[in-house]
């Protein structure tokens, strides 16, 4: 509320009038303590860039201020879930991803890498899918070769399909398809030579 009155008082300066009287909510002495946090965690929504890490901490804690809203007596209609996405102003997909990762990840590497943004949303998602075990050989595989290998969709397909060599570089590739082209035409040009041998001698012509 203090910048947002700030910034009212900086437009009026500047000579906009309109907003010399705007409508507030003042908080009494003794409102819920819960609605309170809540109506911050809602003012602050779309303060700044989210992680699906920081969606799920903030969902977990609109559910526990709806919880005691409840007992407090105030009443809700509709799903948690629908409430809890409203009141972080994203989508329920969102906060269902956020919380299923949450719940999912095992491993305190991918853990750590997902709070730290370092793990995409997506990638995080299908590992949460994934058992411990598997969560745990993923990234074995991928410190085995730090430089070729990443927390990146990609390379989690990589390592489902079972995939665990580099692929051939460009180079290896091209040189071993020409010499296989070049083998094949030596073979042909020394059978065709072979052929004419044989067509002189039947012949009698050399």
């Not at 994203?90 to 719940?103: L, M, P």
């Not at 070769?145 to 990146?152: E, I, Q, S, V």
């Not at 030579?193 to 001698?201: G, H, I, N, Y």
Request: glycine share 6%.
């Amino acid at each position: 509320g203090h910048r947002r009155r700030l910034a009212l008082r900086r437009l009026v300066q500047d000579g906009d009038e309109r907003f010399s009287r705007v409508p507030c909510i003042v908080d009494r002495d003794g409102a819920s303590p819960a609605l309170q946090e809540l109506r911050l965690l809602y003012g602050n929504a779309n303060n700044r860039a989210k992680t699906s890490a920081d969606l799920s901490q903030e969902a977990r804690r609109v559910e526990a201020l709806l919880v005691r809203l409840k007992g407090e007596g105030f009443q809700f209609r509709g799903r948690t879930r629908t409430m809890v996405a409203q009141l972080l102003q994203v989508s329920e997909t969102r906060v269902a991803n956020a919380q299923a990762i949450e719940r999912g990840l095992a491993d305190p590497e991918l853990i750590d890498a997902w709070k730290g943004g370092e793990l995409p949303e997506s990638v995080a998602l299908r590992l949460a899918r994934l058992d411990p075990t598997e969560q745990r050989d993923f990234v074995a595989w991928v410190e085995e070769d730090p430089a070729g290998r990443d927390l990146t969709g990609a390379d989690l397909n990589r390592f489902l399909a079972g995939d665990e060599e580099p692929y051939p570089a460009p180079e290896e590739m091209e040189d071993e398809d020409e010499s296989e082209v070049i083998s094949d035409w030596q073979r042909e040009r020394e059978a065709f030579a072979a052929r004419l041998r044989a067509a002189r001698e039947a012949t009698g012509l050399d």
